[in-house]
Structure formats: structure tokens, C-alpha cells
């Protein structure tokens, strides 16, 4: 019996910078399938250099752009990686080794280490500002994007696993990347907002900010990362009124 084939699923926006290192820890794949959203820089000669099969266009939401990459998957079983993420060793050996004997429909979650420049930064990601682990490997039609610009929806099928060894996820530079990453998900989030037709309440959004720092800082152990869970858990916890505050106050 043949073994199963594997699949990575990148999809990236002028990401020279990080695609070389993503694609290289790639190459224990089958097949590699890059995605490039309106891409300005050398990303697609990058992909290609790594044997990767390109597809390039422009999508205003993330959820399409992503479902037309695991869409063009062919192998038995899908990895999606982030350029800013790296699949270390151990992670591709018990990808493979699992993979190799798993049946689907099937779904895993992987484990995060999230790092802000070269601070490993574990505990109190989540509330739509970092995630600690993420359904990456999965059978194909196990994992569909919703059509949101920002954080889309995931509508999931088959069983839900877990694998152990963690992905290496280059978050941010520093705090100034931060400020700017946080400037531009609250900026696509106001949009969905304005789109949906709702864009709830100020008085909901204010309680939210408490709600979603204590859920990052307390429950998600933000707290043992001292000053930088504090950071995080503030980012979370501003970012539903931040976007709120957009939708309400400004424009498209």
C-alpha cells in the first residue's frame, strides 16, 4: 500500500522575508501549493524556487483565499502553514508518522510556541489576538473558511485529534509590529462589522475589554509571562471595542 500523500497549504501577501525559511522546513512534503494574494514582491520566484505550485490572484477576504489553496490540494492529507510559522523536525517526523496510519474524515490540532521577536511568549494568546493551538493537518473538506476579512469562521468535520510537538510561530517584531498588526485586524474587523449590519454595542464592548483580559490573563495563564501577558491580554481585550469604535466612527 502506498503511503498517504501530504499536502502544504501556504498563503501569503508579500512575505519574501519569511517564505524562504517556511518553504524550506516544508520539503518533507508531497506537494507544496503557495498561494500569493496580490503579491508585489519576490514571493512567487521564492515558491518556485522550492519546487512549490503557484497560484496568484486577489481576494478581499481571507476565507476564499484560503479555501482556493486547500481546493488545489491533491494529496490524502493537508498541512496549512503561515510564512511567519515554521514546521520544526519533530513536528514533520509525527506529522508523517501519524498520518501514516490515521483515518479520516479527521482534523488535528497543533500546539503553538508564539514568539515576539526572540521572546518565546507561551501562555495567554487567544480572544482573537493569537492562538495556542490551531486545526492545521486535516483531511481535505475537513477544514472551510468562512468569508470574513478577519479571524473567518471554521466549519470543521470528522473526528478532532491532537498531535503533540508544537509549530514555531513568528508573531511580531517587537511592540511597534504589534501596534501595527493591531491597527490594520481592527481595521478589517470595523468592515465585517459595517458589512454584517451589526456592529453591536458600545456598553457590550466596553464590558468586553474585562472579560477578555481575564480570560487571557487568568485563564489562559497570561500571568506567567509577566509584563508581555499583560501586553497580550490588553490587545485581546481592546480589540472588539477598537473595532467597534471603527465601524461606528469611520468609513470605509
Known sequence: MKPPRLSAVVVARNEQEQLDGCLAALAFCDEIVVVLDRTTDGSGAIARNHGARVIEGGWELEGP????????????????????????????????????SATGPAYYLIPFDNYIGRQRVRYGWGASWGVSAAVRLFTPGAKVWGNERIHPSLALSGQRRWLTCRMEHYVDRDISDMITRFDRYTAQRARDLRQSGDIGTLPRNLGRVFARFYKCYVLRKGYREGAWGVLIALFAGLFPLFSHLRARLEDD
Open 65 to 100: 483565499r484560503r479555501n482556493t489553496g486547500l481546493e488545489a490540494a491533491t494529496g490524502d492529507w493537508i498541512l496549512e502553514v503561515d510564512a511567519d510559522e515554521r514546521v520544526s523536525p519533530e513536528l514533520a517526523a509525527e506529522v508523517v508518522a501519524t498520518i501514516a
